[in-house]
């Protein structure tokens, strides 16, 4: 690990005299990645200049992983030699991913600065939409015909001049790009110079898509290991291919879009620190005002009960502990399916199993959970009715919580709905209202108000 | 896709005529994982007869991606030959997996059939940690020597007999197993046969050492696109290797952990619905317990202010919407600020930019539900001075919330425990107090009770 802060420190002392050639040493040793964590600690004025004492393959690659200001910063500062060059060192999904982030003219520059053939790949690749397997995917891949031997589809992958790990499952293709077989280096490596990738390739193949969902996608690596996965058209025609690096950033941003929809708040598209306020809060406020507009319907029931808890004003006090145990029982099951969902570990079909699940678990907390309450109320305030009401309160709520928590988000999922939407501040409020009901419902009897 | 319960269906007839030829003919062509599958919806009894009619190589591979419970069922009816020639197939990574779940008399059983050498690297890799890089190495992989040519190094490629991908990526040792440099096959495929390793190799290399969290493995892999990394001890010598796909599973493993943390949960060991209605209670229960004690505390405080709701009984049936919304407030700062911890994009050093964010957000969010509400109370009650009481809570309470929210988790990281405890839980039920005291402290002033 480099400590980014630190070097950065040491590189604006050495810009102030000017001693480049130190500079330059320091960089060349670092990895792109680490290039661009540097790079983002120094003032943005003074990435141009670093930047070309960058050698070209280490600029470049340093390039993509810059956040999207700076690399709007450093597209500007260049002349279209530059902007050619550094372009031109670029794989074709990364050069999708900047032109995506940038305002149009900065585009217009940069399609202006490429070759026809490359443009129209950039357009090709363009117009999948934003998360199906074509957005994703890479033209450029190694691509061998049936009759090759193996010695010539090694001069092929030579002459390639593929730079990643792109290279080590290659494609045989018919003339008409249609996917006959894959084969791996190592396939090849075991086997005899002169044999022809007919005879090698395995012609049971694995692919997706290019309007399949890319989480779809991210999970197929996930569960065969694959390094890369060939994506067709409708005509099973190669187009390009998904690497296992994207699929890992696919997995990383559903996770993250999961887990932030789960708090009742819209994805955004940038990081935290870089997203502005404005947009921290129209991505918050639609869900607030719902929940709000629809916790007012507990508050009514509260109301009808009104003359309750005037007779008996203690009542009041355990509305927070039970809205709040039955709403974190309700978060427990609607997380836990949520996710068991997502990781394809339940099912439909495994509807009646997970409710039968709950029904038995919430059984098991709610009666914990009404003993601990009974013990409490009998202590401090020594009411047997109250233990009792609160008690069968714990016990009706929490099964309702559990059976709502596991419901919702498995028919959202029937409905080809996000499940995630059904998670904790919905569920929390539905089962407000019905602990709230049931509880003066009981209390009204037990107490005969 | 393959459908797993039609194609079981199937075989379930095909077994009752036992038409085995037409069996072995129908799960050929079948993945490993894709075959795991399909066995997971035949009963137990049938699976040892099944299994044996699998291709040597076929049901080895099977047989590491079967749930555990059919993995143990099948080595209880394999003979020690069988057993030794399924291991023998088996890369150590995965052996390791198995043995950790087993039951003792089963492990004895496979320690029994394997040949010393497996067993003490079995014992080697066992006594790491669960969650360190040690504990999901694999000690298979290609070690070269430094004056060995690419064409020596590609025989011993060939001569080493490994299967999966983690040929590419070849480690140069010293004789005492120093780690030297690495080179990928793409790098030699593009060298001259007479090139020695060392003058190809690359020698800035980035490691980890076996005691390494292997949540901080998995993120190098997301970062810098490896397929492989070295695993090192203190010396520098090279003990194993992690590779992409056993990252990629760390890293939905640590997803899930977080996920089910944050809503109150302890992590199982097992998917949903093979984990026991016990084993889930427990998971559940303590911080049920401890959430529903803390209440307690706002029921407390509501107790104080009997009067205040005496005089207006209405005061009660706004509780629920105010302490609903400051939670959601809460949980949504909480959420995002735990993943962007997680995600390595929100550090300690940042902790006044993001309370300085999340109070602009509070102020924005807070207005406009304030704004909402004053108009919907007007229209119900025609009450201002009420509307007033309750805007002035979800101003106050919101930006409270929202510090909250941002806070704890940061303090917990500093703090070196685990941000997701501080999740939405834990914070709504500090919130919870908070929203109570401030809303009757307002609701006396303005009420003058």
Redesign the interface.
Known sequence: MIDAIEISKEIKNLMETRSFPAISAMLR?Q?P?DTALIFAELPEESIPVLFRILPKDQAAETFVEMDYDRQEYLIRSFSDKELKAVFEELFLDDTVDIIEEMPANVVRRILKNTDLETRNAINEVLKYPDDSAGSIMTIEYVDLKRNMTVAQA?ER??SSGL?K?T??TCYVTEHDHKLLGII???TM??ADPQATMESLMET?I?SVNTLEDKEEVAKL?????F?AIPVVDQENRLLGIVT??D???V??EE??E???K????QPTET???KTP??V??KK??P???I???S??F???I??RY?EA??AI??L??????L???A???G??S????I??LA?D??RFR?YF??VF?EV??AL??SL??AI??AI?VMIIYRDAQLALVLGATLVVTIILAKILGCSLPMLAKRLKLDPAIMA??LI??IV?ACS?LTYFAIATQVFAL
């Not at 690596?221 to 290991?225: C, I, M």
Request: aromatic share 10%.
């Open positions: 040793n990895t990645q090694f992958i030579r730079d790990e290279v080590y791996t280096v190592r490596l075991l049971h694995i690596f996930n569960k065969y290991d390094l296992v690096d699929a890992m950033d997995l990383q996770n993250t999961d887990i932030v789960m708090a009742a708040m990081t935290y620190l306020t404005w921290h809060s918050r406020l869900w607030l005002l929940l709000m507009i916790a007012a507990t508050g009514m509260i109301t009104e808890f005037e004003p203690l009041v006090s355990f509305i927070p502990q809205m709040n145990t709403g974190n029982c978060n427990q609607s997380t836990i399916i996710r068991g990781l570990e339940i495994d199993r997970v699940k038995r678990v098991i907390c914990a959970l601990v309450n409490y904790s501040p929390t409020t407000d709230i």
